[in-house]
């Protein structure tokens, strides 16, 4: 059974970069089917897709972020990672990682997500 | 990109039926059938329920339907049960990128 788990700090200071890993166990990083990805949830909010990685290195950005994310993956580790620069209040959510068959356009494996709160 | 549009709550008895809109527009719901269900209860993390509109994955009861027409998805929960009370959110391929609804809470009563 495919596992992920988000880990990172749970507070970053305004302007400064937030940055994520998620670990994937029980299934390989490698197939090519799927892209890694990450979904944030502002509290009581609905969810926002951040970004997505396939094993390549090949990504791609939700517009509204791409000149702040960047995702990538070290597939020797099993672990993708989410960086997000200069951020503000607005960016204090539940970062939830998660695998996406890129074929079909869904994201069937979740990790339990992670709260950052962006505060001074 | 504007989040895809969905009710805020929708209610229901046990047993009966009810249905979740999802509307989009002509670049995401309405130009592809990728469109995607989830189901999370309080604290979880999301759980999928329906892919390419009305395609059910291993293990999801028949009980949850989808449909799609023009620029609106839309989800039937069948047999409403009490564990079916969550928010329920769509997603939907839209160019390279996609895009989630803002969540329903569904009530069972």
């Known amino acids: 059974q495919l596992q992920l788990q988000e880990a990172g700090p749970g507070s970053v200071k305004p302007s400064e970069t937030l940055s994520l890993t998620c670990s994937v166990s029980?299934?390989?990083?490698?197939?090519?089917?799927?892209?890694w990805a990450w979904i944030r949830q502002p509290p009581g909010k609905g969810l926002e897709w951040v970004g997505s990685?396939?094993?390549?290195?090949?990504?791609f950005y939700n517009p509204s972020l791409k000149s702040r994310v960047t995702v990538s993956i070290e597939t020797s580790k099993h672990q993708f990672s989410l960086k997000l620069t200069s951020v503000t209040a607005a960016d204090t959510a539940v970062y939830f990682c998660?695998?996406?068959?890129?074929?079909?356009?869904?994201?069937?494996?979740w990790g339990r997500g992670t709260l950052v709160t962006v505060a001074s | 990109q504007s989040a895809l549009t969905q009710p805020a709550s929708v209610s229901g008895s046990p047993g009966q039926s009810i249905s979740i809109s999802c509307t989009g527009t002509?670049?995401?719901?309405?130009?592809?059938?990728?469109v995607s269900w989830y189901q999370q209860h309080p604290g979880e993390a999301p759980t999928f329920l329906i892919y390419?509109?009305?395609k059910r994955p291993a293990g999801v009861p028949e009980r949850f339907s989808g449909f799609k027409s023009g620029n609106t998805a839309s989800l039937t929960i069948s047999g409403l049960q009490t564990d079916d009370e969550a928010v329920y959110f769509c997603?939907?391929?839209?160019?390279?990128?996609?895009?989630f609804g803002g969540g329903t809470k569904v009530t069972v009563l």
């Open positions: 998660a695998r996406e068959n890129w074929l079909q356009v869904f994201f069937d494996y």
């Open positions: 029980g299934d390989s990083i490698s197939h090519t089917s799927f892209y």
């Open positions: 990685v396939h094993n390549s290195g090949g990504t």
């Open positions: 002509n670049s995401d719901v309405g130009a592809s059938n990728y």
């Open positions: 390419e509109v009305a």
């Open positions: 997603c939907s391929y839209a160019g390279r990128s996609k895009v």
